[in-house]
């Protein structure tokens, strides 16, 4: 074969290999990196009220006074006994007030934070991470029993609120048990672990 005929058949000395796109392209298909995971979409898992009940005795004072003025202006039956009554707004009022800021003073409870709102006008929100919680607890005094409701207290390593309180609420050991389970979902997302450090006879948690 004349060496014209090896030349046309393996074409010109300047053309490319066929296989040099290849070669581009598996290198962009590699460097292309994986998507990120997701984030963890926020779940709402209890939400509820401080019930009225914890206030029943300053209730029964204001009804108290409310019946004292009302048998005070009766007996007297004075010309400015009409007055007296006015006196009734009084009690009234503290009733309505402390109803409504406990009304207004509200929980929920994530699987990521426990969101706490309080404030008739002026509303504020606390917000507690759950992988900060380090303990907590349940109480349920006689009087709070005998209703069904009960507290819960959080200690945590927030250094403006190293203690949460949710006070008289219902069903509070299964709000209980869902708080656990969160905040050990939580601490295990986020890699959150404690150490005891011992200084001489001190213990600290970090």
């Not at 290999?17 to 990196?33: C, G, H, K, W, Y």
């Not at 005070?72 to 009084?90: D, E, K, M, R």
Request: charged share 20%; net charge neutral.
């Amino acid at each position: 074969m004349s060496l014209e005929a090896v030349r046309e058949a393996c074409g010109p000395p300047d053309a490319k290999p066929r296989f040099t796109s290849v070669q581009r392209i598996l290198p962009d298909m590699n460097s292309e990196a994986a998507p990120p995971s997701a984030a963890p979409v926020e779940t709402s898992l209890w939400k509820g009220h401080t019930s009225q009940w914890v206030h029943f005795w300053y209730y029964f004072f204001c009804l108290a006074l409310a019946c004292g003025i009302s048998f005070a202006a009766t007996v007297t039956a004075l010309p400015t006994a009409g007055l007296s009554y006015l006196g009734l707004l009084v009690p009234l009022i503290m009733w309505l007030v402390r109803w409504w800021i406990t009304r207004c003073t509200s929980y929920e409870l994530t699987s990521q934070r426990l969101k706490i709102g309080s404030g008739i006008l002026n509303r504020k929100l606390d917000e507690l991470e759950l992988f900060r919680v380090k303990d907590y607890s349940m109480d349920q005094p006689l009087f709070l029993r005998i209703v069904g409701l009960g507290n819960l207290t959080l200690i945590t390593s927030d250094a403006t609120s190293p203690h949460v309180y949710i006070r008289a609420i219902a069903n509070v050991e299964e709000v209980r048990e869902k708080l656990r389970t969160a905040v050990q979902a939580e601490r295990d997302r986020k890699r959150v672990r404690e150490m005891d450090v011992d200084h001489g006879d001190d213990a600290h948690v970090l």
